[in-house]
């Protein structure tokens, strides 16, 4: 398997990104598993040396998930000198099956830029990279251990997740276009980790004049039926 | 003059810090003027190749105004292609007299972590660095032309000190340790650019339970004399 190329991407430097998804009333993210080794990570890349950085971190995503547009945003850059740890890269690109010279560019010191992704969960098709075996969903409340620190970059994203919420209204992002106030709810609900009161909520959303109201979501019990939402564009 | 040597440095990645103070009402940066080209910038600097991010920039915040210890916050890294601009880099390593090859790293692509730090004005000692004649505080409300994206950058630090404003109650570290409720006021004032009312403000900054109350400022005028206060611990 040939192994990417140092010409072609600006060395020391990588994004890293996670992606947040909604199902079953739980937030969830991406994450890969390397070859062999069985570890995992943020699905993640580099930047082409022609390439801007946001263009970048898009194509990994539309790699990895098939979507081209999607809510993102850059969180923070990770920088710490003890993210240089040459041994895990080397066992991981090994367990690929490459030849890895001595001063491969991947093995040397990286700093990443972390994204967050927000999307639809029902509008992705997952495709694992050249060097894993699997890209699934797994709960953020119930996370695995990840290689370097990556777990700290996931609580970096979901704390910059949490203080956007309000202020960006960026929750519908996980949802399909039209939805329930309830599934709107449970969303928030999700990513603040806590069970907001009903009345409250509601009334707060549709004070903000965003959402715009359609026809009830017929479901056989009629007289329960909850209206349809949407954001307005 | 000795030019900064590649084998020190990680290469393409620079840091650009926007450095906040306030002084007569209005809110400032330090902006450096380069040699004999009369451009101005941030103050920056490159990661040394064992640095952590975050304590080179403090290293660099540290040579150019003196202080150790100052509010630093990360809020964006820049990285679009536009920003390469050899022939800027150049006439600016040339005005400082030095010889510069061809293929030195300082002339290639570099993408720009952002920090805004937060300073007591009254404190600072400015030292220019070695490619520049003078560094001086400027008006945010009148800033001049920056070189590359450093006006993109300063609209973007300007913008998030604005958001974070409420939520981290770091207004503060613009004044001196012991304020008047006035001066308090006068920094949000110029942060978020539009006057406040002065008994709603002083209200909730009282409600907010963090300021420790002090005794009067006396100026002569007795009756007058507001009182002066601090940040709780």
Do not use: C
Not at 150 to 157: E, L, S
């Amino acid at each position: 398997m040939p192994l990417p190329d140092s010409s072609q991407y600006i060395p020391h430097l990588a994004f890293d990104s996670v992606v947040f998804g909604f199902s079953k009333g739980k937030l969830k993210i991406l994450l890969m598993e390397y070859h062999a080794t069985g570890w995992l990570a943020l699905p993640g890349g580099f930047v082409k040396r022609d390439e801007d950085l946001e263009n970048a971190v898009k194509r990994g995503l539309q790699e990895r998930t098939g979507l081209e547009d999607v809510y993102l945003e850059q969180f923070h850059t990770f920088g710490t000198i003890d993210r240089f740890q040459p041994e895990v890269m080397k066992s991981i690109l090994l367990a690929s099956g490459a030849e890895v010279p001595e001063d491969y560019w991947m093995l040397d010191r990286f700093f990443s830029i972390g994204y967050y992704a927000l999307l639809d969960h029902e509008k992705v098709t997952l495709t694992p990279d050249i060097l894993s075996d699997s890209i699934a969903w797994y709960e953020v409340d119930q996370l695995p251990d990840l290689i370097f620190d990556h777990n700290k970059i996931v609580q970096k994203a979901l704390q910059t997740l949490r203080e956007n919420l309000d202020r960006k209204l960026i929750g519908g992002n996980l949802l399909p276009e039209r939805f329930t106030m309830n599934e709107l709810q449970a969303v928030y609900e999700a990513i603040l980790g806590e069970k907001l009161r009903r009345t409250s909520f509601q009334r707060k959303m549709l004070s903000l004049d965003i959402l715009e109201r359609h026809e009830k979501l017929f479901t056989g019990k009629s007289h329960k039926a909850p209206y349809l939402y949407s954001f307005k564009p």
